[in-house]
């Protein structure tokens, strides 16, 4: 959501349309002495996807409220795929913390000494939705028969994937380098869901904006399509 409401209030026409995905994100450390945000020295790099991901809003968000100073990371930030993140965790040399997703945050999680000083949900105060999907205006308005078609297949995609978890696991278990067990775990946990309704667009509007991450507010009409 943070990507898309940047592109946004910088001008892309493009309007979420369909929820994704929910997942349980977190901020994994391998730093002895490091067990919560403010223990963070001040040398330490933080990795990420990118500075504006859902990953650097909610490191923001939970540094304004346990640190008082949602920018106190900003400068601190190293971009680097969830992979090469998981591969620089357990080289364990210039990158001791990384926020990433599933499945990395679970594998990340069996590496020795490794725990989880923020999680996803904490950061934000709930639920939120971590992939949308998002359509060109032109496309919304030219094609609108298309784009239900490819709402619906969404929904029925996320639908197969939260009713047949083994059978996800088994299909996705090569690309992400794990076993079909290791992975069944994970579709079968809390981690992850699919479809559904868009959760937390206006708490990370309001919170991009107080804090200056974007300069104009939308309206949830403007921000969803119906």
């Known amino acids: 959501i943070p990507p898309y409401l940047i592109g946004k209030d910088r001008g892309m026409k493009w309007t979420a349309a369909a929820a994704v995905a929910r997942a349980e994100l977190g901020l994994v450390t391998v730093q002895p002495g490091v067990d919560t945000l403010g223990d963070i020295p001040e040398n330490m790099r933080i990795a990420l996807p990118q500075p504006g991901s859902i990953q650097h809003i909610l490191l923001a968000m939970a540094a304004d409220r346990e640190l008082g100073d949602a920018g106190i990371f900003d400068n601190r ?11 620089a965790l357990m080289a364990g040399t210039e990158v001791k913390t990384h926020f990433t997703s599933p499945p990395y945050l679970q594998k990340e999680l069996m590496i020795p000494g490794a725990r989880l000083i923020l999680d996803g949900n904490e950061a934000f105060g709930g639920e939120f939705t971590f992939i949308i999907a998002v359509f060109s205006d032109d496309f919304i308005k030219s094609h609108p028969e298309e784009l239900a078609g490819v709402r619906r297949a969404i929904q029925r995609g996320a639908d197969w994937l939260n009713e047949n978890p083994d059978e996800a696991a088994a299909f996705l278990a090569d690309y992400y380098r794990m076993e079909e067990s290791e992975l069944g775990r994970i579709f079968h946990s809390a981690a992850l869901s699919y479809g559904g309704d868009i959760l937390g667009m206006e708490d990370f509007q309001d919170f991009m904006l107080k804090r200056g991450y974007l300069k104009n507010g939308l309206q949830d009409e403007e921000l969803i399509l119906p």
């Open 77 to 87: 930030l190293i971009t680097l795929s969830h992979p090469d993140g998981l591969t």
